[in-house]
């Protein structure tokens, strides 16, 4: 089960959640078929608890969310991409390790 604070984004919510978010955040463009994102799952349950108030963690499930995954132009699961104000600031694709994805988050401070 995810980590209470993480938060699904959907095209009604994305402007508010994600846009608007006074915190750097990291969205996780995931599908339920796919093994590196069920892989990545925990580790971003892991960082939710860690970065507490700092930073938010979301997902966007790319077969729900086509319209979104479209706009950022995801072609494979499981993509990273870290915001602040509103503003992409790095997109990975792949898994990362639970303390690279906190740096990420907190140099965007």
Avoid: Y
């Avoid at 950022?72 to 390790?97: N, Q, S």
């Amino acid at each position: 089960m995810a980590h209470e604070s993480i938060v699904e984004l959907t095209a009604d919510n994305f402007s508010t959640e994600a846009e608007s978010a006074d915190v750097p955040l990291v969205i996780d463009f995931w599908s339920e078929h796919c093994g590196p994102c069920k892989m990545l799952a925990p580790v971003l349950d892991e960082v939710a608890a860690e970065v507490g108030g700092t930073a938010k963690v979301t997902k966007v499930d790319v077969m729900a969310e086509r319209d979104l995954a479209m706009k950022f132009g995801i072609r494979a699961v499981p993509t990273l991409i870290f915001m602040k104000g509103g503003e992409v600031k790095e997109t990975k694709t792949g898994i990362m390790m639970k303390d690279a994805i906190i740096e990420k988050l907190q140099s965007l401070n």
